[in-house]
């Protein structure tokens, strides 16, 4: 059974940090894109961060230089460091996950198709 299980979540005051983590179990992670993403109420999905199976990131522009996308591919958990955090970065945080292409990377743009329950963060003025 395909599991996607986010931790870390919560409340913490504007210019302090936070540590996501995602579990997963089910799948070979390391064959897989992995991807965090975040939805405010209302709004569209938004990718935060990606990394492919080697390590490879892409950043949104509002989680460049902030947050850090990396992965365990011996313990099977993605990871999220948030730092520097602002009140519009409050949103529900999900993991997602995507096979990767035959050469290790990420495709551009194919969708995701596994997905966790997601964790909340907010993050007051």
């Known amino acids: 059974q395909v599991q996607l299980v986010e931790s870390g979540g919560g409340s913490v005051q504007a210019g302090g940090s936070l540590n996501l983590s995602c579990s997963v179990s089910?799948?070979?992670?390391?064959?897989?894109?992995m991807a965090w993403f975040r939805q405010i109420p209302g709004k569209e999905r938004e990718e935060v961060a990606r990394?492919?199976?080697?390590?490879?990131?892409l950043y949104s522009n509002s989680a460049k230089g902030r947050f850090t996308i990396t992965r365990d591919n011996r313990k099977d958990i993605l990871y999220l460091r948030m730092r520097s955090l602002k009140p519009e970065d409050t949103a529900m945080y999900f993991c997602?996950?995507?096979?990767?292409?035959?050469?290790?990377?990420?495709?551009?743009?194919?969708?995701?198709?596994?997905w966790g329950q997601g964790t909340q963060v907010t993050v007051s003025s």
């Open positions: 089910g799948f070979t992670f390391s064959g897989y894109c």
């Open positions: 990394i492919s199976g080697g390590g490879g990131t």
């Open positions: 997602a996950g995507e096979p990767l292409r035959s050469n290790g990377y990420c495709y551009a743009d194919r969708p995701f198709t596994l």
